[in-house]
């Protein structure tokens, strides 16, 4: 439905994931980089000098981050299109208020699949609603996001998904939701409209496994082994969730493209 963007547009932000959020040394990063300090990669006009090898130089991480659109949100309609280079006393509010935009962001994607699913007609008109609430939240200035309890959207927010769940899951498969299954040898298992909402599915090898309309809102999805299973259908999968697994061109994945590190193994 019409609104806010939800796609990435990193030419029309101003380096809000480089500048905004910490990093800690690790598989993912490799450098110490604390919240406020512009990455050292960043470039002056708020490209990255290492896009195209950010795996090969261990910056994984950076690959699979995404803001939702949130970034050239804030830039371009928050704060008009001027960045926190050219007014240094934007940098305080733009930082602190990025990672709250992002979470409007990221409940918009979730309205949008529950929107665009045809069994959740019931609840469209609800989902409407919440829909224009929020996106009257995004329109918001700096100082009126820093003061939103983002907490009690995500609840208001995630009782209408759970609702929307229920009715594309008409027939429910397991139930995991918030599960510990690190590590869990779930290869070829059927979790055909399975709750796994939260669940922890790190390591996980869940190779040819059965996964249409599973409920993945949340579930944590770093290293988990998805080659050959089917996600057809699943409910709430982003693009971070498939970005941190592993795949290959015989996942089938839910309206997502694959991503390019997968080719690479």
Excluded at 200 to 223: F, K, M
Excluded at 230 to 251: E, N, W
């Amino acid at each position: 439905m019409p609104g806010v963007e939800l796609h990435a547009e990193c030419s029309r932000c101003f380096g809000l994931c480089c500048a905004a959020l910490p990093f800690t040394a690790s598989a993912d990063f490799a450098v110490d980089k604390p919240a406020g300090t512009a990455c050292g990669n960043l470039l002056a006009d708020f490209s990255c000098g290492i896009h195209e090898r950010l795996r090969d130089e261990g910056y994984a991480g950076c690959t699979v981050f995404d803001c939702f659109g949130a970034g050239q949100h804030l830039s371009q309609h928050t704060f008009g299109g001027v960045s926190w280079r050219q007014e240094p006393r934007s940098r305080e509010p733009m930082f602190a208020a990025f990672p709250v935009m992002r979470g409007l962001h990221e409940l918009l994607h979730y309205l949008t699949d529950a929107l665009d699913r045809p069994e959740t007609a019931p609840l469209h008109a609800d989902l409407r609603t919440r829909h224009t609430e929020l996106t009257r939240l995004t329109e918001q200035d700096a100082g009126s996001l820093l003061a939103l309890d983002l907490d009690a959207e995500r609840a208001r927010t995630g009782d209408l998904l759970a609702r929307a769940s229920t009715l594309v899951r008409s027939r429910p498969g397991p139930e995991h939701r918030g599960a510990d299954l690190m590590g869990r040898r779930l290869r070829r298992a059927d979790l055909r409209g399975a709750h796994l909402r939260g669940a922890l599915l790190i390591a996980a090898d869940l190779r040819d496994a059965d996964l249409r309309r599973a409920d993945l809102l949340g579930a944590d999805l770093r290293d988990t082994d998805l080659r050959g299973a089917d996600l057809t259908g699943a409910l709430f999968v982003t693009r971070p969730q498939i970005a941190a697994a592993r795949g290959d061109t015989s996942t089938r994945l839910p309206g997502l493209q694959h991503p390019r590190h997968w080719e690479s193994g």
